[in-house]
């Protein structure tokens, strides 16, 4: 079934499936269309699985240490895992198998017609809030049997050692991707690899660029476990960062998945960014707006909204982005950009009052523009008066997490 089908019968049938007459009768109905259609197709097919991610779990009973199997839902957590929920219907109790997967975390579970060894986590309190976001973008109120429930639901995250991991492929595309395992992973570079302590995790946007480079880099050598994100993953590849993720901050969605799937995390590099311009107003063209409006202003209300909370909960979070000393002086030529660059501190600006209960703050650093050793070996008859050399600008940057 194709995706824009599948989200479009989610949609509709979400609210069907929280109606008191579907919570009564699907208990009773479903399991029964699920043993048909299992020994239909061996397996490889569940009834639930027409529309989401769907698997057949085996744990062993708590009382009384028999096999037990149970078909269920679950969403791709964005690292090569599987939240799964025990919503059971709304019903009062607990599902059997949350308490056998808490009595014995060791398990299995059969994804489309294959077995696999899994390992069960029950999610952490902090954790809880984005992962039901997370579950709710693929069953659109999906929280609402927890609420009429009248109990806490306990979610769990299954892993499993496999590779590829079976709980990948099924993620929405332009989603996040994990590097481990996909992408260089540079042992040598991990500040875990030499024997320091990780002070801080920081995730930097844009990751790819010259600067980018050059701020994991200097974030690195600091002793910071550094999380590189871009949307090319063969470029992401080259980043010197402890972890890589590619994703399209662009879409709110997969940056709302790449929160899930990070974690805890206590600064923010906005990098995201990129220049057209010239030809003076007539030449401020609106796909020019357009492709800036995408770079410079949405990644940064999604990465901020996505990942703020987590900063906030940090004891000295940071939020950084780069900004233009032109903001200050516009010209005619450059309206598009500095207007968005205005716009982006603005934002930038609300960011800190959200956080203004907690110890985290935002940085802004203002250049005129950035030359790296690249550019003047490309240009070597170039004059590059009152450019920033990136690598003074990452040492600035690494400078804001030295508390």
């Known amino acids: 079934m194709r995706r824009p089908i599948r989200r479009m019968l989610r949609r509709l049938l979400a609210p069907v499936s929280r109606t008191r007459a579907f919570r009564r009768v699907g208990p009773r109905a479903l399991p029964v269309a699920e043993r048909w259609l299992a020994r239909l197709t061996g397996g490889r097919l569940v009834v639930s699985g027409t529309l989401v991610p769907s698997l057949v779990l085996h744990t062993t009973g708590a009382k009384s240490g028999l096999p037990r199997t149970s078909e269920l839902m679950y969403t791709p957590d964005g690292q090569g895992g599987a939240i ?9 109790r607990h599902p059997a198998w949350t308490a056998n997967l808490a009595a014995d975390p060791d398990a299995e579970a ?4 294959l077995r696999y060894p899994v390992f069960a986590q029950r999610i952490r309190d902090s954790e809880r809030d984005a992962t039901w976001a997370l579950l709710e973008r693929q069953w659109p109120g999906y929280r609402q049997y927890e ?6 639901v306990r979610l769990f995250r299954l892993t499993t050692d496999a590779v590829p991991s079976p709980f990948t492929d099924r993620l929405r595309r332009g989603g996040c991707r994990r590097g481990a395992g996909r992408l260089p992973w540079r042992a040598s570079a991990s500040p875990c690899a030499v024997g320091q302590t990780v002070r801080m995790r920081i995730l930097i946007a844009g990751a790819t660029s010259a600067l980018g480079h050059a701020t994991a880099s200097a974030l690195l050598e600091a002793g910071h476990h550094v999380i590189a994100v871009g949307s090319d993953a063969d470029r992401l590849g080259l980043v010197d960062a402890s972890e890589h993720f590619a994703c399209d901050l662009t879409d709110p969605e997969a940056v709302a998945e ?6 805890e995390l206590d600064g923010l590099v906005h990098l995201v960014g990129g220049w057209r311009g010239g030809g003076g107003l007539a030449g401020q063209s609106d796909a020019d707006w357009a492709w800036l409006e995408a770079r410079v202003l949405t990644t940064l209300r999604n990465t ?3 990942f703020a909370p987590a900063i906030g909960r940090s004891s000295a979070g940071v939020i950084a982005i780069v900004s233009s000393k032109g903001v200050d002086r516009p010209t005619a030529g450059n309206a598009n950009y500095v207007a968005l660059k205005a716009a982006a501190e603005a934002w930038v600006a609300a960011v800190g009052h959200e956080l203004r209960a907690t110890p985290a703050r935002t940085v802004v650093k203002r250049v005129k523009a950035l030359v790296s050793d690249a550019d003047r070996a490309a240009q070597p008859d170039r004059d590059f008066a009152g450019s920033t050399d990136v690598a003074d600008l990452a040492a600035e940057l690494a400078a804001e997490f030295a508390a």
Not at 84 to 92: I, L
Not at 110 to 113: F, L, M
Not at 147 to 152: A, E, F, L
Request: charged share 25%; net charge positive; proline share 0%.
């Open 110 to 113: 059969v994804v489309r017609g």
């Open 147 to 152: 609420r009429d429930s009248g109990r806490t």
């Open 258 to 263: 790449l929160a899930v799937a990070v974690g």
């Open 84 to 92: 799964v929920a025990g919503t059971s219907f709304a019903r009062e």
């Open 304 to 306: 901020t909204r996505a």
